[in-house]
């Protein structure tokens, strides 16, 4: 099993950018917390000023970067006392960060990948009920915060949900409507569930998580690619990316066993 994941692209990645983290650490960046020196290097002010073109669109003034530069420090000094004082120890907002970052160092490269028109046609060919045009759909909608909170629901007859400005029922409402009210990522969610009569999901949408009795689905037509090539290249990217993060979470788990009492 181990040998057939070292033949992944995706593990020459993560150890690739393991490697590098290792690296830096012995090279002393990350910085160690007792040194009182903090150097500005051009690397850095070259990294600061383009953090700051890529939010403003231009370069930074001069007095611009002076300013930058100053906010980086007192950052810098606060991060350094944090971590000499340990705060950084059982916090569960570090420790999310740094899981988000695990996550993004496996799916960087597919988030800038080029990708062929043969690979957008076979996933538009793969998933044409996320793509089609003027069909409707019929259903009921409970919206809830929390995942959870939606998971615990579904087992109840009858959820309500919360309040939220949200249509609770909708009767054959065109799905690019649909798609303009609960966004693209409800609709995508609800063209792999089957018009039943029982509560399905938690859905997610941008507004949080939904339960979701799909009565009806009028299916519409799957425009060609080159009409469509930006949505059906977003689907794809966003699902490689989930596919990714996956894989590679299930790489680095095989290596930890897990005792609970």
């Known amino acids: 099993m181990i040998r057939s994941w070292l033949r992944e692209p995706l593990v020459h990645f993560l150890l690739a950018g393991a490697a590098i983290y290792a690296a830096l650490g012995w090279w002393g960046n990350p910085v160690d917390p007792a040194d009182r020196t903090i150097a500005i290097t051009r690397e850095r002010q070259a990294g600061i000023a383009l953090g700051f073109e890529r939010i403003m669109g231009r370069p930074p003034t001069d007095a611009e970067m002076d300013g930058l530069i100053d906010r980086w420090v007192r950052e810098e000094v606060l991060y350094r006392e944090a971590l ?17 970052k695990m996550d993004e160092l496996a799916t960087a490269s597919a988030e800038t990948a080029t990708v062929s028109e043969e690979t957008l046609e076979q996933w538009l060919a793969a998933h044409p009920e996320r793509f089609a045009g003027g069909g409707a759909l019929s259903f009921d909608q409970a919206w809830f915060a929390g995942e959870d909170t939606a998971r615990r629901a579904l087992a109840t007859p009858n959820p309500r949900g919360n309040p939220i400005s949200l249509p609770r029922s909708v009767a054959r409402m065109p799905t690019s409507e649909v798609r303009e009210t609960f966004g693209q990522q409800f609709v995508q969610e609800l063209a792999v569930l089957q018009p039943v009569e029982r509560w399905q999901g938690p859905v997610p949408s941008g507004f949080g998580w939904h339960l979701v009795r799909l009565r009806e689905r009028t299916p519409g037509k799957v425009p060609p690619l080159g009409e469509i090539r930006d949505l059906v290249e977003a689907d794809w990217r966003n699902a490689t990316i989930a596919e990714r993060r996956e894989r590679a979470y299930e790489v680095l788990r095989e290596a930890y066993r897990v005792e609970r009492e």
């Open 84 to 100: 000499r004082l340990g705060l950084d120890e059982d916090d569960a907002v570090v420790r999310r960060r740094l899981a988000t």
